[in-house]
């Protein structure tokens, strides 16, 4: 079993990281605060290839593996957890048409997304529904030449800026999931309402909006296999993007880490540096103990992913636990700078705000273990 | 046109440097390798003239042992053309590694018009490897070159020395330039790139390919060291106003004399 | 006893300290000097008093300007016709472009940037520093002669009391050669301030500054001794410089050689942005001051007092 990257993986790790280094930590801070949208160092990432991992080569896509996807969200994630939510947005919201579309719409919606800079949109939850997803009330009905989509979706990623929304709705709530289907929605069509920005707790640079689809029509052609074959495609998208989301809490959770030890080894109390005060040694060997247990599970997750296996478990395991993880790592951090941790001087504060929401996103970690225990229990 | 780009891989600038119990150079194992930093621009500048006259061969050179993140490769994701890699050690002395730089050039079978390298590499802090490969090659050359036009085969350069002051040469390629910060911004080694440089043609040659021998060292090291602790502060009580002015004299002077900042 | 060159670089007709520093560290060797161009008696005699046995005048057309090609084809000329075992210079701008061009016409070795040497038995064993300083490593030359060795201005020292030497000037006719590389104008250095992430030397206000008009003094220290001028949060904070100048936690992180701190705590959120710099002076009035605990030289008084004295003592040891 070899447990060490590739040198290609290594080489796509430094550049992941130089460009989280250079591009997105001077900003991160700023950028949180006023809750602007990274556009610029979106772009740049696009324009170095970080974006869109999931379209594959035959689309023009890098090629990359799951493996190499979650190489990349970790080191972007170690920048900014709320600007790399924007990036992988593009991927929750592509990577349907990666799994469930035919050659003609792979063609059509995903290799422009490699010849220029594009953000996408993935519609899923709604005012009534997040954890309960299967009860989505948005109706997509046949309208002859159109599927027409009427409904409500909330919490948004990339609502304000995104060229392209691919929505879940169903043709019949009645059928439950059964109903679901998935259809790629052009952001210019008619109909489409987005609302105002969300003010949220953290991930604050990234844009998140509840977006009304009102008589929204919709080519045939558009929708992403059958009605009704959408929560297969969901379920299918969620072990390729579970492992993804993961990484993002694992590239946190390392940033807290590294800063941990850094003001640890500086700040002295009682006459030494803290470094040497078992409590702190404690949380730090805890969060090393934890961040090494999550790359494992994230590398895993999508390994299986790349070889074929179903992961469902697995990338349940890895999101989970990486997030779970990564709010006490974060929290902890805030703890071992004490005062100056609680200040917004300081980086640390902001990482414990952005943990939060990777427990509570892409799936609940409460929801997270139905689907272990579900698993299991079979 | 052929353009060559002499990089050296050394240990992260964030390294910690230890040297071995035998003193004889410092441990390796756990090192994180980079391109050397002033390197970056000598590529850049190499792209950035390939950008305007797209026919010219890029080929970037470096004499040194494999480690992880190749260097070479990084020059190449980053968009030169090919590499050649002459496998030696991580303390060869500047005129051995220049000769093999040489050796290495001339064995591609292309003149070199533009030679570009950083003006000094971060682990010996030598500043001599690209002048002294100039002369070997006879070969004009500018050093810490932080401004660079080209206009036909004229190559027009600003050197930066000290006081902040710059000498402007004007040049007749074929030259040899050493680059220093502010030269330009060195592009990131896109994702495309990176793949893209796995097809190009790198080639591995030995010291004994390019005619360097353990008799071609110049300069020894031994003794590696940590440096001396820094002594602990110096406190100079400065309120009693008749001897402030010797006290502020004292202190100027061991800026001078002990500190050696000024 | 080893037969040594020494070469010198004139600044605006005086001998750069570095030669002297050389000079008084060669005695007990037989120590020349070259010098490209011509040499006042009176800087002859600083030469002789130092150590110097010989000055030799190079002159010679396309040698009033440098260029590497130039000045390293006269001198190897120069040196053919001798006998030395070793060539020393210091690592200037101007040595470091040209020695390793200057040896490799010699097929020798260049010793750089050494800091200290000895010449037990006439042979040259240095010290230099290697990784940005980060250890020292012991220094030999070996293969053809002469050996050449580059020395790090200020490393040595000046010897106190060094042995002169009979100084008798002499002119040499050069021969610069082709030169293909040459200075076509030389363009002076821009009056702008380096910025303060760039800068080696820095001088900082704290909110003992009292108000943004008294950073005039530490703006007067600074041109004195070329340091960019920075400011503390609670300067900040309190008006008396814009945020551009903040040096700490959310400022700027700096890593000067020299670091003046004036009137400045030294609260923790400052010293994460100046913690790397090699030395650190500070100046405050209150001895208990977090500053003193990091600072290498740390001065108990009133900055409006100590920092003019400061800049005037600056003024002389630099003779501005």
């Known amino acids: 079993m070899d447990f060490a990257l590739t040198s290609e993986q290594r080489e796509i790790r430094e550049l992941a990281l130089k460009f989280a280094r250079n591009e997105m930590i001077p900003l991160a801070q700023e950028y949180d605060e006023k809750g602007t949208f990274p556009t610029e160092i979106f772009k740049k990432a696009w324009e170095l290839g970080l974006i869109n991992v999931c379209i594959p080569a035959e689309y023009g896509g890098p090629g990359f593996t799951g493996l190499d996807g979650v190489i990349i969200g970790e080191s972007l994630a170690y920048g900014c957890m709320g600007m790399n939510t924007s990036f992988m947005a593009n991927d929750l919201a592509l990577l349907p048409i990666v799994i469930g579309g035919t050659d003609e719409q792979k063609k059509k919606f995903l290799t422009p997304f490699t010849q220029e800079f594009k953000i996408a949109s993935f519609c899923l939850t709604e005012p009534g529904n997040g954890s309960d997803a299967g009860g989505i009330k948005t109706s997509i009905k046949d309208g002859g030449d159109n599927w027409i989509i009427n409904g409500e979706k909330m919490w948004i990623t990339n609502a304000g800026y995104a060229d392209l929304f691919v929505v879940y709705g169903t043709i019949d709530v009645t059928l439950k999931h059964k109903g679901i289907s998935a259809v790629i929605v052009?952001?210019?069509?008619?109909?489409?309402?987005?609302?105002?920005?969300?003010?949220?707790?953290?991930?604050?640079?990234?844009?998140?909006?509840?977006?009304?689809?009102?008589?929204?029509?919709?080519?045939?052609?558009?929708?992403?296999?059958?009605?009704?074959?959408?929560?297969?495609?969901?379920?299918?998208?969620?072990?390729?993007?579970?492992?993804?989301?993961?990484?993002?809490?694992?590239?946190?959770?390392?940033?807290?880490?590294?800063?941990?030890?850094?003001?640890?080894?500086?700040?002295?109390?009682?006459?030494?540096?803290?470094?040497?005060?078992?409590?702190?040694?404690?949380?730090?060997?805890?969060?090393?103990?934890?961040?090494?247990?999550?790359?494992?599970?994230?590398?895993?997750?999508?390994?299986?992913?790349?070889?074929?296996?179903?992961?469902?478990?697995?990338?349940?395991?890895?999101?989970?636990f990486a997030s779970d993880s990564c709010m006490q790592i974060t929290t902890d951090a805030v703890q071992i700078y004490g005062g100056y941790g609680y200040s917004k001087e300081y980086p640390v504060e902001k990482l414990m705000r952005d943990a939060k929401l990777i427990q509570i996103y892409e799936g609940t970690s409460q929801i997270q273990r139905l689907v272990m225990s579900r698993e299991l229990l079979k | 046109?052929?353009?060559?780009?002499?990089?050296?891989?050394?240990?992260?600038?964030?390294?910690?440097?230890?040297?071995?119990?035998?003193?004889?150079?410092?441990?390796?194992?756990?090192?994180?390798?980079?391109?050397?930093?002033?390197?970056?621009?000598?590529?850049?500048?190499?792209?950035?003239?390939?950008?305007?006259?797209?026919?010219?061969?890029?080929?970037?050179?470096?004499?040194?042992?494999?480690?992880?993140?190749?260097?070479?490769?990084?020059?190449?994701?980053?968009?030169?053309?090919?590499?050649?890699?002459?496998?030696?050690?991580?303390?060869?002395?500047?005129?051995?590694?220049?000769?093999?730089?040489?050796?290495?050039?001339?064995?591609?079978?292309?003149?070199?018009?533009?030679?570009?390298?950083?003006?000094?590499?971060?682990?010996?802090?030598?500043?001599?490897?690209?002048?002294?490969?100039?002369?070997?090659?006879?070969?004009?050359?500018?050093?810490?070159?932080?401004?660079?036009?080209?206009?036909?085969?004229?190559?027009?350069?600003?050197?930066?020395?000290?006081?902040?002051?710059?000498?402007?040469?004007?040049?007749?390629?074929?030259?040899?330039?050493?680059?220093?910060?502010?030269?330009?911004?060195?592009?990131?080694?896109?994702?495309?790139?990176?793949?893209?440089?796995?097809?190009?043609?790198?080639?591995?040659?030995?010291?004994?390919?390019?005619?360097?021998?353990?008799?071609?060292?110049?300069?020894?090291?031994?003794?590696?060291?940590l440096p001396p602790e820094k002594p602990a502060g110096k406190k100079f009580d400065a309120t009693d106003a008749a001897k402030q002015k010797d006290v502020v004299a004292q202190v100027v002077g061991l800026l001078r004399t002990e500190a050696k900042v000024l | 006893m080893a037969n040594v060159l020494v070469f010198t670089e004139l600044h605006d007709g005086h001998v750069k300290p570095v030669t002297l520093e050389i000079l008084g560290k060669l005695a007990g060797q037989s120590a020349d000097i070259a010098v490209i161009g011509d040499i006042s008696a009176e800087q002859i005699a600083i030469l002789a008093k130092n150590g110097a046995q010989n000055v030799h005048k190079l002159k010679g057309a396309n040698l009033d300007k440098y260029s590497p090609e130039g000045y390293a084809n006269a001198l190897a000329e120069f040196i053919k016709s001798k006998n030395y075992d070793y060539v020393f210079g210091g690592a200037t701008s101007m040595g470091k472009d040209l020695l390793p061009r200057l040896s490799t016409k010699f097929q020798a070795g260049l010793a750089s940037d050494v800091v200290n040497f000895t010449m037990d038995g006439g042979v040259f064993a240095g010290t230099r520093p290697l990784f940005a300083g980060k250890c020292l490593a012991k220094v030999e030359l070996t293969g053809p002669k002469p050996h050449f060795v580059s020395i790090r201005p200020n490393a040595l020292g000046m010897t106190?009391?060094?042995?002169?030497?009979?100084?008798?000037?002499?002119?040499?006719?050069?021969?610069?050669?082709?030169?293909?590389?040459?200075?076509?104008?030389?363009?002076?250095?821009?009056?702008?301030?380096?910025?303060?992430?760039?800068?080696?030397?820095?001088?900082?206000?704290?909110?003992?500054?009292?108000?943004?008009?008294?950073?005039?003094?530490?703006?007067?220290?600074?041109?004195?001794?070329?340091?960019?001028?920075?400011?503390?949060?609670?300067?900040?904070?309190?008006?008396?410089?814009?945020?551009?100048?903040?040096?700490?936690?959310?400022?700027?992180?700096?890593?000067?050689?020299?670091?003046?701190?004036?009137?400045?705590?030294?609260?923790?959120?400052?010293?994460?942005?100046?913690?790397?710099?090699?030395?650190?002076?500070?100046?405050?009035?209150?001895?208990?001051?977090?500053?003193?605990?990091?600072?290498?030289?740390?001065?108990?008084?009133d900055l409006f007092t100590i920092v003019p004295i400061l800049t005037e003592e600056f003024k002389k040891l630099l003779g501005r």
């Open chain 1, 186 to 320: 052009d952001a210019k069509t008619a109909g489409i309402v987005l609302g105002k920005k969300e003010d949220k707790m953290g991930h604050r640079s990234s844009d998140t909006r509840g977006v009304r689809f009102n008589n929204v029509k919709v080519p045939k052609e558009n929708m992403l296999g059958k009605p009704g074959e959408g929560w297969a495609i969901a379920m299918s998208t969620l072990d390729h993007s579970r492992p993804l989301v993961a990484s993002s809490a694992l590239g946190g959770a390392q940033r807290a880490l590294d800063l941990s030890i850094q003001y640890a080894k500086e700040r002295i109390q009682f006459g030494v540096p803290i470094a040497k005060h078992q409590a702190v040694q404690f949380m730090i060997a805890e969060m090393g103990m934890k961040i090494e247990a999550s790359r494992l599970l994230v590398h895993k997750a999508a390994w299986m992913c790349d070889q074929g296996i179903k992961n469902t478990e697995v990338a349940s395991y890895a999101k989970a």
């Open chain 2, 1 to 225: 046109m052929n353009i060559f780009v002499c990089v050296k891989q050394v240990p992260d600038t964030e390294t910690k440097i230890i040297p071995t119990s035998d003193g004889s150079f410092i441990e390796t194992a756990s090192i994180k390798w980079i391109m050397n930093p002033y390197d970056e621009y000598a590529v850049e500048q190499a792209l950035l003239i390939k950008t305007t006259i797209p026919e010219a061969n890029v080929t970037v050179v470096r004499v040194g042992s494999v480690k992880d993140t190749e260097a070479l490769r990084t020059a190449m994701a980053m968009g030169a053309d090919e590499a050649s890699h002459v496998a030696a050690g991580d303390n060869l002395d500047s005129y051995s590694i220049a000769k093999a730089l040489k050796g290495a050039i001339e064995k591609t079978g292309r003149k070199p018009d533009i030679i570009l390298a950083g003006k000094q590499a971060i682990d010996d802090d030598c500043l001599q490897v690209p002048q002294i490969l100039a002369e070997m090659f006879n070969l004009p050359s500018v050093s810490v070159i932080v401004g660079f036009e080209m206009n036909g085969t004229t190559v027009k350069v600003k050197r930066e020395v000290e006081g902040g002051a710059l000498e402007v040469y004007e040049i007749a390629t074929p030259v040899v330039l050493a680059c220093n910060k502010g030269l330009n911004t060195p592009r990131y080694a896109s994702l495309p790139g990176i793949m893209k440089a796995k097809k190009k043609p790198l080639a591995q040659l030995s010291l004994a390919d390019v005619g360097v021998t353990d008799a071609d060292r110049r300069v020894k090291y031994s003794g590696f060291k």
């Open chain 3, 160 to 301: 106190p009391n060094p042995t002169a030497g009979a100084g008798a000037a002499s002119d040499v006719n050069a021969n610069a050669g082709e030169i293909r590389a040459a200075i076509k104008e030389i363009i002076k250095a821009a009056s702008t301030k380096v910025d303060l992430t760039e800068a080696n030397i820095i001088v900082t206000g704290g909110r003992a500054m009292k108000n943004a008009e008294n950073f005039k003094i530490l703006n007067d220290l600074a041109d004195v001794i070329g340091a960019t001028v920075g400011a503390s949060r609670a300067a900040v904070d309190s008006g008396f410089a814009p945020h551009a100048m903040q040096v700490g936690q959310t400022g700027k992180t700096v890593a000067p050689s020299l670091y003046i701190a004036c009137g400045v705590s030294g609260a923790i959120q400052h010293l994460a942005g100046m913690r790397t710099s090699k030395v650190i002076v500070a100046i405050n009035t209150d001895p208990d001051a977090p500053i003193f605990t990091k600072a290498d030289y740390g001065i108990v008084g």
